[in-house]
C-alpha cells in the first residue's frame, strides 16, 4: 500500500506556469511507472504524462511540448512543471503509481491514486 499526496495546484491566467509535487510514501514504487491524469468537469480523467522506472517518458498530445514530467526517487516524489498554460488544462490532476514498467497514460493501469489538486486557468 502506498499513499500519494499531491501538492502545487493553484490559479493561473493563460499562459502562466505551475510546478506540480507528489509525494509518495515508501520508496517501494520507484522502478515502476508513475503518472499524472486529470479530469475537467464533466469530463472523463485523461492521462496527461508519465514516466517510468528508466525515466522514459510519455505526454499527451495536448501537452507535449509545454509539459515536462521528472521524478525524484531519493525524495519519493514526482514532479509536473506546466508552463504556457490553457484554460484547456483547467481541471482536477491526480498522481498515480503502481503503473506498468513502461510509461503509460492509461488509467486502468495504474493500482494507487493521490485525492488530486486543483489546476485552474482563467483566460
Known amino acids: 500500500q502506498v499513499q500519494l499526496v499531491e501538492s502545487g495546484g493553484g490559479s493561473v491566467q493563460t499562459g502562466g506556469s505551475l510546478k506540480l509535487s507528489c509525494t509518495a510514501s515508501t520508496t517501494d514504487y520507484s522502478t515502476y511507472c508513475m503518472a499524472w491524469f486529470r479530469q475537467a468537469p464533466g469530463k472523463e480523467r485523461e492521462g496527461v504524462a508519465s514516466i517510468d522506472g528508466k525515466l522514459d517518458t510519455n505526454y499527451a498530445d495536448s501537452v507535449r511540448g509545454r509539459f515536462t514530467i521528472s521524478r525524484d526517487n531519493a525524495k519519493n516524489t514526482l514532479y509536473l512543471q506546466m508552463n504556457n498554460l490553457q484554460p484547456e488544462d483547467t481541471g482536477m490532476y491526480y498522481c498515480?503509481?503502481?503503473?506498468?514498467?513502461?510509461?503509460?497514460?492509461?488509467?486502468?493501469?495504474?493500482?494507487?491514486w493521490g485525492q488530486g489538486t486543483q489546476v485552474t486557468v482563467s483566460s
Open positions: 498515480a503509481t503502481g503503473g506498468p514498467w513502461y510509461p503509460s497514460l492509461a488509467s486502468e493501469e495504474f493500482t494507487y
